[in-house]
């Protein structure tokens, strides 16, 4: 079971980073027509501030521009929604339907309270990785990047899936684990390994009204998702 904390992070993340999470952070969100419109903004800021990992970006933005709306929104609901081995809830992959995952989302979203802000998760958990990869790079970078780096297992078996289902999404998650210190695990059969024996089985969930997983206070300053930005 993961309990992430505030542990820090050695150095302050650099700008093209915290680029490339926002700009992950965006083309990870479902495709409707609004975030469509903001490919050629993600494209101009990788250019501009991370033109290294620009190309790990591009396979998705090539899509939005060449295939048809319900054809992507198909095949993003197809990758994330209905196959848990793709899911962006990064403490699925550790905790599974357990009761110890709880603790885990509570743990996360304390984090998310210390920093002052509203972090409006339009009904996702905490650990929804286009909300954790915003806070990284708008809210709190040496928090976020720490928190981004406890949940390394669950990044690198979700590009593994990718990269097995042959989506152009892998290569955002190549860039966001390019991120983060030391190299993607050399290892791919020991991580292949934790892919196929899965997350725990255990069915018994949360409560949908459990506490621990209720929208963050209104009282503290709103974060607005969907901007590109340093």
């Given at each position: 079971?993961?309990?992430?904390?505030?542990?820090?992070h050695?150095?302050?993340?650099?700008?093209?980073?915290?680029?490339v999470?926002q700009?992950?952070?965006?083309?990870l969100?479902?495709?409707?027509?609004e975030?469509?419109?903001?490919?050629?903004?993600?494209?101009?800021?990788?250019?501009?501030?991370?033109?290294?990992?620009?190309?790990?970006?591009?396979?998705?933005?090539?899509?939005?521009?060449?295939?048809?709306?319900?054809?992507?929104?198909?095949?993003?609901v197809?990758?994330?929604?209905?196959?848990?081995?793709?899911?962006?809830y990064?403490?699925?992959?550790?905790?599974?339907?357990?009761?110890?995952?709880?603790?885990?989302?509570?743990?996360?979203?304390?984090?998310?309270?210390r920093?002052?802000?509203?972090?409006?998760?339009?009904?996702?958990?905490?650990?929804?990785?286009?909300?954790?990869?915003?806070?990284?790079?708008?809210?709190?970078?040496?928090?976020g990047?720490?928190?981004?780096?406890e949940?390394?297992?669950?990044l690198?078996?979700?590009?593994?899936a990718?990269?097995?289902?042959?989506?152009?999404?892998?290569?955002?998650?190549?860039?966001?684990?390019?991120?983060?210190?030391?190299?993607?695990?050399?290892?791919?059969?020991?991580v292949?390994?934790?892919?196929?024996?899965?997350?725990?089985?255990?069915?018994?969930?949360?409560?949908?009204?459990?506490?621990?997983?209720?929208?963050?206070?209104s009282?503290?300053?709103?974060?607005?998702?969907?901007?590109?930005?340093?």
């Amino acid at each position: 079971m993961m309990h992430p904390s505030r542990s820090g992070h050695p150095t302050h993340p650099r700008h093209a980073d915290r680029v490339v999470w926002q700009a992950a952070s965006v083309v990870l969100g479902y495709p409707d027509p609004e975030l469509i419109e903001q490919a050629e903004l993600v494209r101009a800021a990788l250019a501009d501030a991370a033109p290294g990992r620009l190309s790990d970006f591009v396979g998705v933005l090539d899509l939005w521009a060449s295939t048809p709306e319900r054809t992507l929104q198909n095949h993003y609901v197809e990758t994330f929604d209905l196959s848990r081995k793709h899911t962006l809830y990064l403490s699925y992959y550790t905790d599974g339907d357990t009761r110890r995952r709880g603790e885990t989302l509570a743990a996360v979203k304390q984090r998310y309270r210390r920093s002052n802000f509203l972090v409006n998760t339009h009904g996702e958990l905490p650990d929804y990785l286009p909300l954790i990869l915003e806070y990284a790079a708008r809210v709190d970078p040496v928090d976020g990047a720490a928190l981004l780096q406890e949940f390394r297992r669950s990044l690198e078996l979700l590009r593994l899936a990718l990269l097995d289902r042959r989506t152009p999404y892998a290569g955002v998650i190549t860039a966001v684990c390019a991120t983060l210190p030391g190299a993607s695990p050399k290892d791919r059969q020991s991580v292949l390994a934790m892919a196929a024996a899965g997350p725990p089985t255990e069915t018994v969930g949360l409560d949908a009204g459990d506490p621990r997983l209720l929208p963050l206070s209104s009282n503290l300053r709103q974060l607005d998702l969907g901007t590109v930005s340093a």
